[in-house]
């Protein structure tokens, strides 16, 4: 069906494509693999015309083709769903499918047309989208299925997905992927970019692996196994499995008592239920145990990890959280820190990190006031860069320059620069959010076996993580939230992800 | 690498400037070998050209430090007027204090005024949200009009015709350079607050980049969400951020009622406040970019005298729409931006290549 043969991709002195060559058959899934930066995306990017290669061929059904733009490939029957998706939220699911491809005169759109034929292929996929809905009153899957669509009314055989399963709860996973199957019982070919590798054995028939802009390797599906994938996209052996002993929880470290947070300032005596983010929640971390909170984004976690912090205006918050015994009210972010509270935020970029700072100034951020790093006024340069180093060295952070602007870091090297900063702190609890979001598998593992480390020590850590696999393999305990509420409390060693799916969407 | 941008700048406002000298009808070659060649003429030229660039250097600094804490300090003027008054206010109420005394008390009542006056808008951000920009605009206005009326009904010298305040003590007078260094003209208003204010670039300098202080400023000016995050309190360093840089604009009343006219004369100010944001700009909010973009801007407005007076048609006009020039290239970098860097990175590649 595609065949991409000898592609070269260049970006300023960047390869992101050396002679790449890659087969996909016609009525396949095919799946293509790698590390962030590994030249994937840009190797579809390729095929559906947004960028041009420096040299190479396109064949498609075995014909060289010339593919300039998206234009080219979707006339050729190529599509393509992008990661972040592109639906106009005010129009209908009818009127973006046909957005760019009208049917009818200039002068009259025959949108009824159009809705008629979308019904019929969304029958014929199970796709069930009802092409007279507002997009912006779908929900996240039911909007990717409009972009499939898309596609599909475009006349597309061969479908391009991008991390088609990045923005998905377990349980539209699971859908999604049989509406894949469709597809492919129906003719279609399917390429899938990702870097999940439970889904590719999952779904695929073939992968690709790419790895610093090559193809490294290309195998059966059938024929491969995670730990075999994940030594081709690391390029050496990656421990998948979170390694770690039975916890030896010690005293309670952090207890929350009916806490909520509201979006605005609470009046009187209280604020309004339908106000509160989060909402009346209570529990409590030991030393030496992690307490995960699974959940889909955006119920809460963010202000739960933040009230703790000392993030969250005190007007806003009720009911009450104590360390060590002792309440933090009152307390602000620095004092809590000082008490030997750490915080890794869920984004690095707008909390974490001082981007335009070089990686000196961004391992003092939160300490740069006090000894050993400032003494009295001025700011102790040697101090500082021996922390540096030190942090550089002992996290493997990559390039080891202490001068480097924290932006010219990659999101993994970026992710354990802040690592350990907060590690440095000495912290005996720490809050941390979507610990491996955005980073590679090689350092992923490494980010599992610190957080482990700094656990059996006898630190106390809550885990907030939108991965529902890495909760489940780094807690000792995991609470399930969803709307602001703890939904219910699972033993992560024999819960079944399906069951946790099910509290995090509130049973439906 | 950091200097390209702004001398590439520079160097295309001079053409753009050379080419409205030809159509004028003068020789642009000899208009800015006039024009340069005065302006380091020794010892009048450097003299005025070095007294010019120095409150531009205090103003400078002064928008420099509020922008790396992310602020826009457009309230320069006002605050350099409200210094100035209440330099002239000490030099007169104080006038009978010995100079060792005096003198520091000036400098003080200069750079608290200047503090108050930016801390004021500062405060209003930090309690209310709203914006910076706006209040430090209307607080140029009260503080132009609130020096006017202590000058016109209160501090006047009975029966002078000028807008000016009695004159302060010889005790709080600065040296001027002629003073302390024979056959340099005492006429020359030169004096001590130049080194003042090369003091003050060190002394940002410092500040900024070795203490803590510092570091919390620009850590908010980088990423305000972050700096919270690292225990920063974004509200009290938006007030302190603007009390600094009120203080530095004060600084400027210092040099001119000091140093040059001993008395507070309104309207004095040539727009130094506002031409501060544009040596700012153009000085990347370092202190060292700071003192050679004030050097510039004062070698334009003391060079354009010469020019006015000798050459064919061209006036002091020139200079402004240089000065203008300047700005605007500066301000569009993006502009050369892309070349440049392409330029660069073709050339690289050619040697690599070749």
Known sequence: MLELRNITKRFGGVLANDHINITVEPGTIHAIVGENGAGKSTAMRVAYGFYSADSGEI???????????????????????????????????????????????????????????IRSLSDEFTLSVDPHALVEQLSVGQQQRVE?????????????????????????????????????????????????????????????????????????????????????????????????????????????????????????????????????????????????????????????????????????????????????????????RERGIAHIPEDRHRRGLLLEFTLDEN???????????????????????????????????????????ARALSGGNQQKLMIGREFELRPRLLLVAQPTRGVDIGAIEFIHRKLVALRDEGCAVLLVSAELDEVMSLSDRLLVIHKGRIAGEVDPAVAKAGDIGLLMTGGH | MKLL????????????????????????????RLLIGSALWWPDGIGYTLFLATPLIFTGLAVSVAFRAGLLNIGAEGQLYVAAFATAWTGIVFG???????????????????AIWGAIPGLLKARFGSHEVINTIMMNFIAVALASYFTQYHYRVPG???????????????????????????????????????????????????????????????????????????RRQIVLAMAISGGLAGMVGI?????????????????????????????????????????????????????????????????????????????????FRTPLTRLREGLRRGRLNG
């Open chain 1, 59 to 117: 064949l498609i059904d075995g014909q060289a083709r010339a593919i300039n733009r998206p234009h080219d490939a979707i006339a050729l029957g190529v599509g393509m769903v992008h990661q972040h998706f592109m639906l106009v939220d005010t129009m209908s699911v009818a009127e973006n499918i046909v957005l760019g491809a009208e049917s009818g005169t200039p002068f009259a759109l025959d949108l009824d047309a159009a809705a008629a034929r």
């Open chain 1, 148 to 336: 499939l669509l898309k596609a599909l009314y475009r006349n597309a055989r061969l479908l391009i997905l991008d991390e088609p399963t990045a923005v998905l709860t377990p349980r539209e996973v699971d859908e999604f992927f049989a509406i894949l199957r469709g597809m492919r019982a129906q003719g279609k070919t399917i390429i899938i970019i990702t870097h999940k590798l439970a889904e590719v054995l999952a779904i695929s028939d073939a992968v690709t692996v790419m790895r610093d802009g090559k193809v490294v390797g290309r195998v059966n599906t059938q024929d491969t196994s995670a730990a075999e994938l994940a030594r081709l996209m690391v390029g050496r052996d990656v421990l998948l499995r979170v390694e770690k002993a039975v916890a030896k929880p010690g005293a309670v470290a952090l207890k929350v008592t009916n806490l909520s947070v509201g979006s605005g300032v609470k009046v009187g005596s209280g604020f309004s239920r339908t106000s509160r983010i989060l909402d009346g929640v209570s529990f409590d971390v030991r030393a030496g145990e992690i307490v995960g909170i699974a959940g889909v984004e955006g119920n809460g976690q963010r202000e739960l990890i933040e009230a703790i912090a000392g993030l969250v205006d005190p007007a806003r918050i009720s009911g009450d959280v104590t360390f060590e015994g002792q309440s933090l009210a009152g307390l602000d972010a620095r004092a809590r």
């Open chain 1, 363 to 405: 391992v003092i951020l939160g300490v740069h006031y006090r000894p050993p790093v400032t003494s009295g006024v001025f700011i102790d340069d040697k101090e500082v860069r021996r922390r540096t180093v030190d942090i550089l060295q002992r996290f493997d952070v990559r390039p080891p320059d202490p001068e480097l602007p």
């Open chain 2, 5 to 32: 941008f702004p001398l590439v700048a520079v160097a295309a406002a001079f053409v753009v400037g050379g080419v409205f000298v030809l159509l004028i009808g003068d020789d642009p070659i000899e208009t800015y």
């Open chain 2, 96 to 114: 009978h204090l010995p100079a060792a005394v005096l003198v520091p008390l000036c400098c003080v009542a200069a750079v608290g005024a200047g």
């Open chain 2, 160 to 234: 002078d015709a000028i807008m000016q305040t009695a004159p302060i003590s010889a005790n709080a007078y600065l040296p001027r350079l002629g003073q302390a260094m024979p056959g340099f003209p005492e006429r020359i208003p030169l004096n001590a607050s130049f080194v003042l204010a090369l003091l003050a670039c060190g002394a940002v300098y410092v500040f900024l980049w070795r203490t803590k202080w510092g570091y919390e400023l620009r850590a908010m000016g980088s990423n305000p969400t972050a700096a919270e995050y690292g225990g920063i309190s974004v």
């Open chain 2, 255 to 335: 040099n001119e009622v000091l140093g040059y006219r001993h008395r507070y004369y309104d309207g004095f100010s040539d727009n130094y406040g506002f031409t501060g944001i544009a040596v700012a700009l153009l000085g990347r909010n370092h202190p060292v970019g700071v003192i050679l973009a004030a050097l510039l801007f004062a070698i334009l407005t003391r060079g354009g005298i010469p020019v006015d007076a000798f050459t064919q048609h061209v006036t002091k006009d020139i200079v402004q729409i240089l000065q203008a020039t300047i700005i605007l290239f500066v301000a569009a970098e993006a502009f």
